[in-house]
């Protein structure tokens, strides 16, 4: 399968479910590779947030992210609708805090990006493949859920509130051609009982009886219910009995439990890569969704690097000689850490450090038992990814690169003399404006020895 985005731009608005702020949303076509990003265009070209799972702040009645000070409420319906459609790269334009509630479900945006036209990308779209059983619980609340191997990518959602008129429902998506007619129209839902205290912490400013189920599972004075519309400021209702309330009609009988299996597909989309397997969620909400995204995506890495070991051995294909790296980095004895690239690519590099006894480091660092150091083994790592970021630039200027950030280090076999370093690194978004974000991994045969996310600038080199 390959990666797709959409042909056009289109938009949509209208208020935000919690902010009450009315929101127009644009979204845009995005190049391969991109993910899917928000832009809060209020506060600037620059003011972007990745759908990362690691960028969540907030999962109070919705999923929420934020970074450096950019927050973007209530995403999961919006990437939904991505994730249900399979759209890979959007560049999601928003001018206010919250993304649209619109009638509280995905169809108006599966509308919108059906009318903005698909476009296949040349890249191959990459999946986690779930190989083995993953599993969130949390005993709490009695919320479960549950990855297991299958073919393709499916959800299965069970749910209780232990009421008479929501009880236990279940839904099920078996395939993802299903998600536009099964699963986009299928709403919000809240219990009448819970609205006065949801407005109480500053939520719901934008919700109205347009765009959620009310659940009517106790009957409420028609003074109570007045004051109620009020603090809405919508028109008051009338309540004769317990059930859906009189105002709307479910699209399905087990609506709710369907919305649940739309927020899951929402959540998971954080994971940031599409995944192949079946979900089963129990009592699923976006606090557990969340956490169990993060487990998904702390194995989707795993697994990637561990499916991209390199091949390597002598007789390896030589990319760049030792000779030829020098002249593309300015590092020299005893900083040179990169014998040969072996494999050059449009998304990542492969670089070779053979380790011997002879190594400077030796005599200082555990003379009598050698191992390498774990910051040289990130130099290393650093200068296979500098010559990668260097190989894309134009010749007739001289470049450097320069460290920004490191994360996520970690180190997990010593590496002595008579190992070969395999020194990986890919690059994790597109190169703008000079700064290139790479996962780098270095392995000693099967095994990883270090890894870490690495920010580096290109610099133009001042003559």
């Known amino acids: 399968m390959k990666q797709r985005t959409i042909q056009n731009e289109v938009s949509v ?24 990003k928000f832009r809060r ?22 999923t929420s992210l934020s970074k450096k000070d950019i927050q973007i409420y209530t995403v999961e319906h919006v990437l939904s609708a991505a994730r249900g459609l399979e759209v890979d790269n959007l560049l999601i ?58 073919d393709e990518f499916q959800v299965t959602t069970m749910i209780d509130f232990n009421s008479q008129v929501l009880g236990q429902q279940y839904a099920q998506l078996n395939t993802m051609s299903q998600y536009k007619d099964e699963i986009s129209p299928c709403r919000t839902f809240v ?36 004051e109620l519309a009020e603090k809405l400021d919508r028109p008051s209702i009338k309540v004769d009995s317990e059930g859906i309330l009189n105002t709307t009609e479910l699209n399905f009988s ?17 994971v940031g890569i599409p995944i192949k397997g079946k979900i089963v969620a129990t009592k699923p909400g976006h606090t557990a969704n969340v956490q169990f995204a993060r487990l998904l995506q702390a194995e989707a890495k795993i ?23 020098a002249e593309k980095l300015p590092h020299r004895f005893p900083f040179l850490l990169v014998d040969k690239v072996i494999e050059l690519t449009k998304e990542y590099v492969v670089g070779v450090k053979n380790v011997t006894f002879n190594e400077q480091f030796f005599q200082g660092h555990f003379p009598s038992n050698p191992v390498m150091p774990g910051v040289l083994q990130l130099e290393a790592l650093a200068q296979v990814g500098g010559i990668y970021a260097l190989s894309i630039m134009p010749d007739d200027v001289e470049y450097d690169t320069y460290f920004l950030k490191i994360d996520n280090a970690k180190f997990k ?12 690194a890919e690059l994790l978004s597109p190169i703008r404006r000079g700064l290139c974000h790479m996962q780098c991994t270095a392995y000693v045969g099967n095994e990883i020895a270090s890894e870490a996310e690495m920010v580096a600038q290109i610099v133009a080199r001042k003559k």
Do not use: C, W
């Not at 076999?413 to 990986?424: E, F, I, Q």
């Open 413 to 424: 076999r010593k590496v002595v003399p008579g190992d070969s370093l395999v020194l990986k």
């Open 41 to 62: 265009i209020d506060i600037g070209e620059d003011a972007i947030v990745e759908a990362d799972v690691k960028y969540v702040f907030s999962t109070n009645r919705s």
């Open 254 to 270: 087990n609506e709710p439990a369907r919305h649940k299996l739309l927020d899951v597909i929402g959540d998971l989309s954080l």
């Open 303 to 325: 697994q990637r690097r561990l499916s991209g070991i390199p091949k390597y051995s002598s007789e390896s294909e030589v990319v760049f000689t030792t000779q030829q790296i």
């Open 93 to 150: 334009d928003i001018d206010g805090p919250e993304v649209p509630i619109m009638d509280g479900s995905a169809r108006k945006f599966i509308e919108a990006l059906e009318s903005a036209g698909f476009q296949e990308q040349q890249s191959e779209r990459k999946y986690f493949e779930i190989t083995e059983t993953i599993r969130y619980t949390d005993e709490m609340t009695g919320t479960e859920l549950v990855a297991l191997p299958a």
């Open 191 to 226: 219990f009448l009982h819970e609205l006065e205290a949801l407005l109480k912490q500053g939520l719901i400013k934008g919700g109205d009886f347009d765009n959620a189920i009310v659940i009517v599972d106790r009957i409420m004075s028609q003074k109570d219910l007045d």
């Open 13 to 36: 608005e209208s208020p935000g479910l919690h902010t009450g702020k009315f929101v127009k949303l644009t979204f845009r076509p995005a190049p391969e590779n991109h993910g899917i």
